[in-house]
């Protein structure tokens, strides 16, 4: 039986929401995503899908607190704002309570002033908007379809709007170096929005992007080059009045990022859409967690809701994975975890093997212990994926 709103209300197990819309208007070179380049958008047949997700999840969505829905993507401001607030109004219904943040994703080509009114007057509070470069050689030369022009107009118009605004930034792309590396950075710190998503242009595999790459027909900065880029940045956000609070994220005083900070911190999220996944608290009398996802193509996935076929495939958790996940997450938050966290999520047996590891890390500067607390240090930033492998090789064996 689906719980009371008032029943809904007494659930302390926060949780974010997030809607996957795998549409967009073309591929950049460097995407890897759950996306797909369409001229026409099936706005209406794709919410009747995920509506229907919805309404078919709604017992577990009526045991968790949900405390924020993101719209991601693919380019989710393709979608229009009627549909948006569909999603909305139906996830507020079943969960019983109002999140305190819900973000919308978008490209400034589809961030339009008008857009970005009727965004937020279907209930979007914080945009998340894909700016990347401010450089109009480096956005062609990506696959971007906006021009820096527009990027500009589109934070003016989401911070006149009075929403809560963050900006992505491409950090060591084509023609960076240690000197012009900064200059997307300075210019998005100049504009007054809120927050920044600074990462490193990373060369996936399959990738347009990766092909230029090997055939050498474009080049990124070295290894050395993008580290002395990286902490410049960092250390010119933070001049800037920005706290760096995630490895790749930077925000002002109140304004991180409450959805995305729900996944370093562990908490459950519960996903809806082609690509969408999920981490949901033990059910069916199983002891730990598992992960759901949804890998269909789009069409594949409207037809299924159609038909009610099937579309999740999971994976139950055991205590190595969750311990896994514990250090690929929390690590991420430069505020740290108390040393009791870090314990507690420690398989049995490992014991020895996981203290050993931590103290190799702290031999070699990578992570701090201050006040109780276990973090990653300015140098262990650059080499977050060593710490993680290190933790990892000692709870496998």
């Known amino acids: 039986m689906i719980k009371t709103v008032g029943e809904r209300r007494k659930s302390s197990r926060k949780c ?16 890897d995503f759950h996306s797909l380049p369409v001229k026409d958008v099936p ?16 017992e577990i969505l009526s045991e968790l607190s949900a405390t924020t829905i993101y719209f991601g993507g693919g380019t989710p401001s393709l979608w229009n704002a009627g549909a948006v607030s569909e999603v909305i109004s139906l ?32 209930g979007i509070n914080r ?45 060591c792309k084509p023609f960076d170096g240690a000197e012009n590396g900064l200059n997307d950075v300075a210019r998005a710190a100049s504009t007054g929005c809120h927050h920044i998503s600074a990462y490193i242009l990373t060369p996936e595999e399959g990738t347009p992007l990766k092909s230029l790459l090997d055939e050498g027909k474009i080049s990124l900065p070295d290894d050395f080059i993008s580290s002395e880029i990286f ?7 933070i001049e800037a009045g920005f706290e760096h609070y995630e490895i790749s994220n930077f925000a002002k005083p109140g304004f991180r990022s409450l959805h995305n900070s729900l996944y370093w911190k562990g908490s459950y999220y519960l996903g809806f ?20 996802s949804c890998s269909l193509l789009p069409s594949e996935y409207m037809e299924r809701m159609e ?5 999740h495939s999971v994976e139950f958790l055991d205590p190595v994975s969750l311990f896994k996940d514990f250090i690929i997450t929390r690590f991420r938050l430069l505020d740290g975890f108390h040393r009791s966290e870090l314990e507690r999520a420690i398989p049995e047996g490992r014991e020895a093997g996981i203290m050993d590891a931590l103290r190799s890390c702290s031999e070699r500067g990578l992570v701090i212990e201050h006040g109780g607390k276990i973090s990653l240090s300015a140098h262990g930033i650059l080499l977050s994926n060593d710490v993680f492998l290190s933790f990892f090789d000692a709870v496998d064996h």
């Not at 974010?16 to 995407?31: A, D, N, T, V």
């Not at 961030?111 to 970005?116: K, S």
């Not at 859409?273 to 759901?292: D, I, M, T």
């Open 127 to 171: 945009i998340s908007i894909g700016i990347q470069s401010f450089d109009d050689r480096v956005l062609s030369l990506l696959g971007r379809i906006h021009s820096s022009r527009q990027a500009s107009e589109a934070i003016e118009t989401s911070l006149d709007a009075g929403l809560n605004t963050s900006v992505d930034i491409l950090l």
């Open 231 to 237: 902490m410049l940045a960092r250390d010119r956000l």
């Open 16 to 31: 974010g929401i997030y809607i996957h819309f795998p549409f967009c208007r073309s591929k950049c070179l460097y995407c």
């Open 43 to 58: 706005a209406r047949e794709y919410l009747s899908a995920v509506k229907k997700e919805i309404l078919q999840r709604a």
């Open 273 to 292: 859409g082609a690509g969408a996944h999920s981490f949901l608290p033990p059910r069916n009398g199983s002891l730990y967690p598992s992960r759901e």
């Open 307 to 311: 038909s009610g076929g099937e579309i």
């Open 91 to 122: 996830i507020n219904s079943l969960s019983g309570r109002e999140p305190e943040e819900i973000t919308l994703e978008g490209n400034p080509d589809s961030l339009v002033p008008t857009a970005i009114r009727d965004f937020k007057n279907a």
